[in-house]
């Protein structure tokens, strides 16, 4: 069965929104989407319900008019009729329509629909079929020449025996007239439904037209509300970057008993919690690097103390006065107490660095000076387990006695760690000056690389005694960025450790300290 239909909204058609982006836009953005789909919700149940109330208007009414009219001219017709006496009938329906601009038919037992129209849309094959089958009016909305179209059917039935007739439809459309009082003949109408799909598009047209001002009036709302959501979270996110730059005691004020006052409450009591804690710690810290500084301090009179006996017990040992084990123990506690005392001196240097109050003294120098001086005071200068390459002039500004301490930590560690020959090698890169200090040994654990210049840090913690402190290369870290430098480690590609020294040039470099 062939219906017409008319188009919602086509405002709904095509639209593809971009995914927004900042909290503030996909809050207004959501919430006008909501008030969108509630007013297009509203608005198509609206026109449902409107649309179906005019047809179904029009239905009646049209019914209506056909029974009346019917009702008024088949009882002068004579049946059987002819297919003029059907004509005529038709004719005197389409004049007494009026407004309506009836066009219709009637036929007689089955047969084909006359019409004195000639412009009569033909009766649809299922509404004929309906009306045979019901015995009763049946309507049916069509589509002709691309206009919507409402076509009735309607059967006469006789009223009495005298041969009256009647439309069989008193109580109303859908209700079986008697079926041994029907006469045969059915009137067939049709009439345009322009004026009611002109109401159907004019209440499309006023849906399209209120949607743009509903959007434009739930915008204030809607700004309001991301306003309202994204002013604690602005000062949250304030809160955490006054928090991240070290301001512990910062705070928020929580109004209102949400759940972003419950977030803010929270954030507080964080906030509280990191206070307190690194209050803690740096309380313990200060503790332990004053217990630090204090025993090396201590250890520093007894231990000179024990180095002028030791040194004395040398002499000894050397000359072979004493007993052959008394010489080994000698020389065994004379090693110690050397370690002993390089190990207090390292932390009374490191405990200068926390205090920042190791002094530094710049000179203008060539770093190739440096690393000679440097070889040649640890015996290192005609050692073929150590090689300089040094091709060119490398001038910086730097306190040389930190930059000895950086390169003879790095070398020692490269010969007791690694293996021979250990590089060392100047380079100059634009401002910035280079040293590396590579060695032919199996490298460093990757899973150590982050922490070899940590304090204290051995990479075999199963061996704790074999690699001295471990403090010497978290001090020539320090000492390179005394003298604004960096120091890196790594691996080499083909083997072996390489650890980088760089430094500004001379004409880079900051004045003296």
Known sequence: ??????????????????????????????????????????????????????????????????????????????????????????????????????????????GEPVTASPGTPPVPDELRRAVQDSG??????????????????????YTDDSGDTDTGTDTGPGTHADAGSLSGLTVY?????????????????????????????????????ARSVLRPVRRLRHGAERIAAGELDTRLDAPGRDELADLTRSFNTMAETLE??????????????????????????????????????????????????????????????????RTVEDLMEVSRFDAKAAPVHREDVDLRTLVTKTL???????????????????????????????????????????????????????????VTVTDRGP?????????VFDRFYKADAARPRSGGSGLGLAIAQENAALNDGTLTAANHPDGGAVFTLTLPSAASSPGTT
């Open 1 to 110: 069965m062939r219906r017409f239909r008319l188009p919602l909204c086509s405002a709904a058609r095509g639209f593809r929104p971009h995914a927004p982006r900042g909290l503030r836009v996909r809050l207004v953005v959501a919430f006008l989407l909501a008030a969108a789909f509630g007013a297009l919700l509203t608005a198509g149940l609206t026109f449902h319900r409107a649309r179906a109330a005019i047809l179904d208007r029009a239905e009646e009414t049209a019914v209506a008019d056909l029974r009346t009219q019917l009702d008024s001219l088949a009882p002068d017709l004579t049946l059987p009729p002819t297919a003029e006496d059907l004509r005529g009938l038709t004719r005197q329906i389409d004049q007494a329509g009026g407004a309506r601009a009836w066009h219709t038919s009637a036929s007689y037992r089955g």
């Open 136 to 157: 009763r009016a049946v309507h049916q909305r069509t589509e002709h020449d691309g206009r919507p179209w409402l076509a009735l059917g309607m059967p006469v039935a």
């Open 189 to 225: 109408a049709a009439f345009p439904l322009d004026d009611d799909r002109s109401d159907i598009d004019a209440l499309v047209t006023a849906a399209e037209a209120g949607a743009v001002p509903a959007l434009a009036l739930a915008l204030v709302p809607a700004l309001f509300a």
């Open 276 to 341: 307190r804690d690194a209050a803690e710690l740096r309380r313990l810290e200060a503790g332990a690097r004053r217990f630090a500084a204090d025993v090396a301090h201590e250890l520093r009179t007894p231990l000179a103390a024990m180095a002028a006996v030791t040194e004395v017990l040398d002499e000894d040992a050397a000359s072979g006065v004493l007993p052959a084990d008394t010489e080994d123990a000698v020389r065994l506690i004379s090693e110690e107490v050397r370690a002993l005392a």
């Open 376 to 434: 040649q005071l640890r015996g290192w200068a005609h050692d073929e387990r150590v090689r300089a390459d040094l091709p060119e002039p490398a001038p910086v500004r730097v306190d040389p006695r930190r930059i000895d301490v950086v390169l003879g930590n790095l070398v020692a560690n490269a010969l007791h760690h690694g293996r021979p020959p250990v590089t060392v090698a100047v380079r100059v890169r634009g401002d910035r000056v280079r």
């Open 443 to 451: 490298g460093i654990p990757d899973e150590a690389l982050p922490y």
